[in-house]
Structures are given as C-alpha cells and as structure tokens.
C-alpha cells in the first residue's frame, strides 16, 4: 500500500508543471533585468533550477542582481552588460550566454522607458527613446538569441502593457512602442512556430514595487485612484506575472503561441483612457 501511494505521488509530481526543478538544466535569458518584474522573472526561473543570464546596460547593478540570485537560490547565473539598442553588442552577449550555459530554452525581453508626457510636450528624441529600447530592443534581443534557442522547445517570453491596446494621456510613445511588440510577438510566432520556437507576450498592469509605476503613480492620491479603476482593486505582485511566464514557458503550454495575455487585475476591461 505504501509503495503504491509514493507511486502516485510520484506521477502526480511528473504531471505538475509548477513541481521543483522544473527547469533544472535550461537556460533561461532575461534581458532588462537588472530590477523589478524581469529580477523577479529571472529569480522565479532560477527558484526552479534553471541557469539564468540576465543582462542590462548598467554593468553593476546587472552583476548585483547575477549575485542575489545565487545568493538567494544556490543555482548557477550570470550578470552581462549590454544595452539592448546595440545589436551588435548584444551578438557578443549571446555568444557568451551560450559558450557558458549552452542553448536557450527560454528567453525573456523586458527591457522598457517609460515617462509621462503629452505628444505636443516630448520631443522626437524622447519619443524615439522609448521605440528604441522597447520595440527595437526586443527586435535585437530575440534577433541575436535566435540562432541558440533549442529547436524545438525555446519559449520567448516579450513583456507588453495596457498602452498597446488602450490609449492613455501621456503614453503616446509607450502605446506605439508596445503595440509593436505585441505585433513582432505574434509575426515571430508565425514564422518561428516551424522551427518549435513559440513567441508569447503579458501585458502586465499596475505592479508594485516597480520603478514605472514609481513614475506612473508618484503620490498617494494616484495610487488610490489606479487602484481604485482595477476591477480587483488592487495592485498586482512580481511574483504573479512571474508565475505566469513560467507556466508559459512549461510543457503545460506547449500549444500556446501567438497569444498577449493580460495579467493586470482586469485593468483592460476598463477601456481606453483607463485611469489617466
């Protein structure tokens, strides 16, 4: 009786997607992590046993947060400087993800801007900022990995926001930015599928404890008023937009590609304009 019942325990490990380990030997890429929701990303894969490489353009803080993650974690993962604007650096950073860690099994693009201003106050520098790093940076970052993921079975991972899909005053920049990345997400997905690649994309709404809503909401006043515009009525946790990469990125989504998913507490329901 006791054989049989540690029998099923053990199948009923195999079959959960969220068991430990489950990425115990991938390689897992995260790009714009050097804080917030893409550490937290990266720290959640490497809880799970994967070999992490997280790159930003700040050499210190992205090597400080390489050393929190083995610190916190006991696994293997490697802190890169490289501005996601320059391909040619990123090439460089790939190649050396790879020749340490070997191929991808999960790659991550989150690098953004962001700051509040209205289309007739920003100037065509500021506004190409924000296209720079977010859009053209994840064209680049997925562009220079793409020639080490596992084929087949890499998972791609973009991170989006609301903007993309609802104007927001001041977010001119950001919805264009973003709406391009929700469609490369999909374009990829179209053209990578033959290869078992599969390219997904969140969107994630307000989050705590994240430098852009720092800037999105910088008094207590703004606060209450997003939160109060979310249809649950509160603010989402790293750890929740977190979760649903990995389950992205598991077998359990094996037929899942092409596909945004908003993880913001129904903040999308709320239409355009939302809370601004």
């Known amino acids: 009786m006791a054989q049989k019942l540690a029998q099923e325990l053990d199948c009923a490990n195999t079959m959960n997607p969220f068991r430990d380990n489950l990425f ?5 890429v995260v790009a714009g992590a050097s804080g917030g929701i893409n550490l937290e990303l990266a720290k959640m894969f490497s809880r799970h046993g994967g070999r992490v490489a997280v790159i930003s353009r700040d050499r210190s803080r992205i090597e400080a947060a390489a050393t929190a993650i083995r610190v916190e974690t006991g696994n293997p993962a ?4 490289g501005d996601v604007r320059d391909y040619q650096r990123l090439e460089r950073v790939m190649e050396s993800v790879f020749a340490e860690f070997g191929a991808f099994d ?3 693009s989150g690098a953004a801007g962001n700051f509040v201003a209205r289309a007739a106050d920003m100037s065509a520098n500021g506004f190409k900022s924000v296209v720079d790093i977010d859009l053209i940076g994840t064209f680049n970052v997925l562009r220079a990995a793409y020639a080490y993921f596992v084929k087949p079975g890499a998972s791609v991972i973009n991170i989006s926001a609301p903007q993309a899909t609802s104007p927001y005053d001041g977010q001119a920049h950001v919805s264009s930015a973003k709406a391009g990345i929700n469609l490369l997400t999909q374009s990829l997905a179209l053209e990578w599928g033959k290869d078992g690649i599969r390219v997904n994309a969140i969107s994630p709404g307000p989050v705590s404890g994240t430098e852009g809503m720092a800037r999105l909401t910088p008094d207590r006043v703004a606060v209450e008023r997003l939160s109060a515009a979310i249809p649950m009525g509160r603010f989402g946790a790293k750890d929740e ?18 596909t945004i998913i908003p ?3 129904g903040l999308a329901l709320m239409g355009a304009g939302g809370w601004r």
């Not at 490697?78 to 400087?81: D, E, F, K, P, S």
């Open 106 to 108: 999960v790659v991550i």
């Open 263 to 265: 993880c913001d507490g």
């Open 241 to 258: 937009i977190a979760n649903l990469a990995m389950f992205l990125c598991s077998e359990a989504a094996a037929y899942i590609t092409g």
């Open 78 to 81: 490697l802190g890169l400087a």
């Open 24 to 28: 115990y030997g991938k390689t897992v």
